[in-house]
């Protein structure tokens, strides 16, 4: 996963905000991320996720941003900011250029949204398993492993937990 700086990262804690604005002051662009990809490929072919939030990519221009990041080999795309209902065209565009696109799903999500949300999803669904914004947790709510197994359960497409995860032995039980 790759994230692309954006001057207001809502999702985001702290220590992420921090590094996001060092970024932009260094002038990190989606052009600067995208030649970042390509000189990874040519080494890996590890699958590439651009991480990032809507504006930068509507600024950029849609067209461009999924024209170029396949060109670079990038593998998927995932938008924290953009439902669905507010940009479906965009996510059809994500296929059109052989992109996988990823959506997130929260422990405030319905099960019946996961479940739309998951149709939509071609890449894998990502459960962002706590509330609030990312950082470093003490302590996972207790029904994890429950809400974790009833994601799994209602998507059609892979599940992948994220956002709070600090280390391997902090989620190793779940």
Do not use: C, W
């Not at 492993?145 to 709070?164: L, M, N, Q, Y």
């Amino acid at each position: 996963e790759l994230g692309i700086p954006f001057s207001d990262p809502l999702a985001d804690g702290p220590t992420i905000q921090q590094a996001t604005q060092r970024s932009l002051d260094r002038g990190t662009r989606i052009k600067q991320v995208l030649e970042l990809v390509k000189r990874i490929r040519r080494e890996s072919e590890l699958p590439l996720v651009l991480m990032t939030y809507y504006n930068p990519i509507f600024r950029y221009g849609e067209q461009r941003f999924l024209e170029q990041a396949s060109e670079a080999g990038v593998d998927g795309i995932l938008t924290v900011d953009l439902p669905p209902e507010e940009g479906l065209d965009f996510y059809e565009s994500i296929g059109d250029h052989d992109l996988e696109s990823i959506l997130l799903a929260t422990p405030t999500t319905p099960p019946d949204r996961v479940e739309a949300l998951s149709e939509l999803a071609t890449g894998f669904l990502y459960y962002v398993m706590v509330t609030g914004v990312t950082g470093v947790r003490s302590g996972y709510d207790p029904d994890l492993a429950e809400a974790i197994e009833g994601v799994a359960e209602r998507s059609d497409v892979p599940s992948v937990v994220g956002f709070g995860v600090s280390d391997v032995e902090a989620i190793a039980d779940y």
